[in-house]
C-alpha cells in the first residue's frame, strides 16, 4: 500500500485480548487503518508481547475483550498479572508517548467492559497518557462493534496525526485502494502432491484444543411438543471418563457449515470443491501470524483443502462486518455496486448498513450474491479477509455425573426465525446439530471449560430462576447437590423458578423436576405466560413467593443464580428481587439495592447471572 519511495513512520504497536477473535479482529483493523496513514504499525496477541519492550514503545493501542463475569481473556492474562506487580512505579510508563484503550463487552452482563476499563484505569496509575478516550464496545448496539469503534476510531486518528503528522508529500491512502491481503495464499491442484496429502490429513477440527475428544452422539431427541413453535433438543454424547465435569460446566463444540454453501463459496472464488482442490497458507508480509491449523507441530505452513477450510475453518454464515463491504467495492467492476458498497462502508451510510444488514441479519453469502460483479472478481488470497474464523459454541451441561456418568447432556434450542429475508435465519452450530442422526458414527469434536457460576455447597440454600433453556445448568446442578447431601445422610433446599410459554408445549425436563419436587429436594414454580388470559413470568412467581425467598436471603444464606435470555429477563427478574427485598425487608428502594448490590459483590457472589 505504500507509495513507490516512502516508508511507513515508526510508532504503533496494537495489542489484543481476545477470546472468541472480535477484538483480534478489531486490532488488525487498527494496524490496517495506521498503514494507511503511513504508521508503521505491527499487530500482536498480548500473550505473544514481550511485555519489557512496553516502556520502548511510541504508541500503544489495546483491544481488550472481556468474557464470563468480568473476566480478562485467556490471552491477557498474562500481561495483565504483570502490570498488576505491586513493584512497578507510578512513573512506569511515562515515557511512551501515548496509549489508547478499546474494549469489547455486552451492556446485558453486570460487569460491562470490566476487563477494559481495569486496564484503562492501571495504565493511568502506572503514568500513561492517553491519546484518545476509553472507547466501550457494547453488542447490544443495533450496529454492534462498529457503533462504538467508528466515533472512537475518528479520534484516535484526529489526535495522532496532530502528534505525528503526514508528511507534505504523502496523503491517507483511500479505502477504495485495495489493502494487502491478510496471508499469502497458493491454491495447490487436484491431483498435486500437496493435494493427496491434505486430502488424506486426519488433523484435529480447527479452533480446538488438543483435549478436544471425537465423541458419539448417542441422543438427539425433540424435547418440545411437535406443534410448538420452538424446537428444543434433549442432546446426549457417549464421553466416558474422557471429560470429567462440574455443575456450572459449560461443553465446547466447533459446528460445520453446510455442503451446499461450502460449494457456493468455493465456486464464487474459482476453485472447484467437489474437485478437492488444496489451499496453502503462508505468512503475508507483516500480517497476522500463520493460523495453527495451517501448520504443522513444528510451526511449518501445510495445506488444507478448500473443503475443509470453508466447512470447519471459516464462519461463511456470518453477518458482514463493515470493512466486508470496503474489501468488497475493490471488486466490483459494475461502477454501481461499487458505489453502493462503498456506501454501506461509509460513515453516513451506518443507518442503511443496520438495516441491510444487521436488522434483517443477512449473512455474507447472500450479500456476496446481492452483488454479482464483486463476486465475478474475488480474489482467493482475500478468502481470509473477507470470512473471519468460526469459534466454539458453549453450551451448558445438564446433568451430573453423579446422576450419570459417562455421558455428557445438553438442552439445546435450535435457533430459527423469520426477518423480512424469505429464508428463514438459523444458528449455525445448532441448525448443524439439529441434522445430525443420533448414533455411534455421529462422532463430534468436544471439550469442556467452566461456566461462570460458582455453585454453592450443597448445605447452602440455593434460588435457581432458570426460564426456557435456562434451566439448563440447574439440573446439573440440582442432581449433583442431592447425591451430596445422600452420602452424608443429609438435606438439601432447593428452589427453582421456571417458566416457557405452555405447560403442555415446552415445559422443559418436566419428569426430572417434578421428580425431585415429590422427593422433597425441590420447591417448584413454573410460569407459562400462554396458559391464561394475562402473561405471567418468572419475575411475577418471584414476586409472589416472596417472603419465602426473603427468609432464605436474610436468615438462610441462601444463593440466588440467574440462567437464560440476556435481553429483558435479567433486569425483569433483578427488579422483581428488589421489591422482594424492599417489601419483606421493610426496606426503601434505595436500600433494597444497596441490598442486591452487596450479594452481588465479587466477593460475595450471592447473586450471580448467567445470560447469553
Known sequence: ???????????????????????????????????????????????????????????????????????????????????????????????????????LGDSSYKKFNYAAIKLHKRLGQLGAKFVAGLGLADDQHPLGVDGALEPWLDALWTNLLVRIPLPPSLGIIPSTVRASPRFAVTVHPTGSPAATEAATSTAAR??????????????????????????????T???????????????????????????????????????????????????????????????????????????????????????????????????????????????????????????????????????????????????????????????????????????????????????????????????????????????????????????????VPLIMVGPGTGCAPFLAVLQHRVAEAAKVGGSTVNVLFFGNRNREGDFLHREAWEGFERRGTLRLHTAFSRDQDHKVYVQHRIVEQGAELWELLSSKSAVCLVAGNSKRMPIDVREALCTVIATHGDMTNDAAEAFIASLESPKVRRVQFETW
Not at 46 to 67: C, G, S
Not at 377 to 404: H, M, V
Request: with cysteine; hydrophobic share 40%.
Open 206 to 235: 480447527p479452533n480446538a484444543p488438543a483435549t478436544a475428544v471425537a465423541a458419539p452422539m448417542v441422543r438427539n431427541d425433540r424435547m418440545t411438543a411437535g406443534d410448538h413453535f420452538q424446537d428444543v433438543r434433549h442432546v
Open 237 to 459: 454424547f457417549e464421553t466416558g471418563e474422557a471429560l470429567p465435569h462440574a455443575p456450572g460446566d459449560v461443553l465446547y463444540m466447533m459446528p460445520r457449515n453446510p455442503p451446499g454453501l461450502v460449494a457456493e463459496v468455493a465456486a464464487m472464488f474459482g476453485v472447484a470443491e467437489t474437485d478437492a482442490i488444496l489451499l496453502a497458507v503462508e505468512p503475508g508480509g507483516a500480517g497476522p501470524a500463520v493460523p495453527p491449523f495451517f501448520t504443522d507441530g513444528s510451526g511449518s505452513p501445510v495445506v488444507r483443502t478448500v473443503q475443509a477450510v470453508l466447512a470447519e475453518y471459516l464462519d461463511i454464515q456470518a453477518v458482514p462486518r463493515r470493512y466486508f463491504f470496503e474489501l468488497l467495492s475493490t471488486f466490483a467492476s459494475d461502477p454501481r455496486e461499487a458505489e453502493r458498497l462503498r456506501e454501506l462502508n461509509s460513515a453516513e451510510g451506518q443507518d442503511d448498513l443496520y438495516s441491510y444488514c444487521n436488522r434483517v441479519r443477512r449473512t455474507s453469502i447472500e450479500a456476496l450474491r446481492d452483488f454479482p460483479s464483486a463476486q465475478a472478481g474475488l480474489q482467493i488470497e482475500y478468502l481470509f479477509d473477507l470470512f473471519r474464523p468460526l469459534q466454539p459454541r458453549a453450551f451448558s451441561i445438564s446433568n451430573a455425573l453423579a446422576a450419570t456418568p459417562g455421558v455428557v447432556d445438553l438442552t439445546v434450542a435450535i435457533v430459527e426465525y423469520k426477518t423480512r429475508i424469505a429464508a428463514p435465519r438459523v444458528g449455525v452450530c445448532t441448525s448443524w446439530l439439529a441434522q445430525l442422526p443420533a448414533g455411534r458414527d455421529t462422532r463430534v469434536h468436544l471439550w469442556v471449560g467452566p461456566g461462570t457460576f460458582a455453585v454453592p455447597r450443597w448445605d
Open 1 to 103: 500500500m505504500e507509495p513507490e519511495g516512502h516508508e511507513a513512520r515508526p510508532g504503533l504497536v496494537v495489542l489484543y485480548g481476545s477470546q472468541t477473535g472480535t477484538a483480534e479482529d478489531v486490532a488488525e483493523r487498527v494496524g490496517r487503518e495506521a498503514r494507511r496513514r503511513h504508521i508503521q504499525a505491527k499487530v500482536v496477541s498480548m500473550d505473544k508481547y514481550p511485555i519489557p519492550n512496553l516502556i520502548q514503545e511510541a504508541y500503544v493501542v489495546l483491544i481488550a475483550a472481556t468474557t464470563g463475569q468480568g473476566d480478562e481473556p485467556d490471552n491477557m492474562r498474562g500481561f495483565w498479572r504483570f502490570l498488576l506487580r505491586k513493584n512497578l512505579p507510578p512513573t512506569s510508563l511515562v515515557k511512551v508517548a501515548g496509549f489508547a484503550v478499546f474494549g
